[in-house]
């Protein structure tokens, strides 16, 4: 049981480039969520998905976009990476109680 | 706007000293009210959680917070820190069904051995 991972785990784009985060998740959760840190910020809502299929808006989205097409994985995408967007970005996901979430390793993503 | 603060944003203590971190939401509603848990370079970890019931709640490695519903606040607590203690402490709340978590800003906490 792996839990929540995340692929890659350490990225650096130029201003420009795209990608692509994979979250993948082995406990049959229904919700998945997306989040970045940034020193001082705590953690910031980006998308969120409360189930296959679907996805909403969280705090921050604006410059992210996410598909949620298999219910284990869920991919957040950046179409024009900016140097705003250099962050550590984290996955979760959780089950029959939404609100307890389980965190993936984290993504660091650094833009230049 | 729902919001959850925390006021302490970097706390040092040395071995074996009490520790208190403050949390406050304001939001109203069903309150559902998480600590997490950061080592350095590790993921989020759950600590502790308020649903509903006694409102004082015990977690994981000796950690307990106090939910005081007049007072919107959610503290942390642990009678004797360790080193091994070290991290950074995110009180989080939701409310709704949406399962959307807002978290605070964030507390390091650095314990001196």
């Known amino acids: 049981n792996a839990g929540v991972t995340q692929t890659p785990k350490f990225r650096v784009l130029k201003t420009g480039q795209s990608m692509t985060l994979l979250c993948a998740q082995d406990?049959?959760?229904?919700?998945m969520y997306w989040y970045r840190q940034d020193p001082g910020m705590g953690l910031r809502l980006i998308h969120y998905s409360v189930g296959e299929g679907t996805t909403a808006k969280g705090e921050v989205p604006d410059g992210y976009n996410v598909s949620r097409l298999k219910k284990q994985n869920f991919l957040l995408g950046l179409e024009s990476a900016a140097p705003s967007q250099t962050s550590v970005y984290f996955c979760?996901?959780?089950?029959?109680?939404?609100?307890?979430?389980?965190f993936g390793p984290g993504t660091r993503l650094t833009v230049t | 706007a729902q919001s959850v603060s925390q006021h302490n944003h970097h706390v040092i203590l040395s071995e074996a000293a009490s520790l208190e971190l403050g949390c406050n939401y304001s939001y109203g509603g069903t309150v559902n009210l998480f600590w997490y848990v950061q080592y350095p370079g590790q993921h989020l970890q759950l600590l502790l959680k308020y649903f509903s019931g006694d409102p004082l709640v015990k977690g994981i490695k000796g950690f307990e917070a106090e939910f005081i519903k007049s007072k919107f606040s959610f503290n942390l607590r642990k009678p004797s820190v360790q080193w091994s203690d070290t991290a950074e402490y995110f009180c989080a709340g939701g409310s709704g069904n949406t399962g959307k978590l807002i978290f605070g800003q964030g507390t390091t906490l650095q314990v001196k051995p």
């Open positions: 406990m049959n959760h229904e919700y």
């Open positions: 979760a996901s959780s089950y029959s109680r939404p609100y307890e979430q389980y």
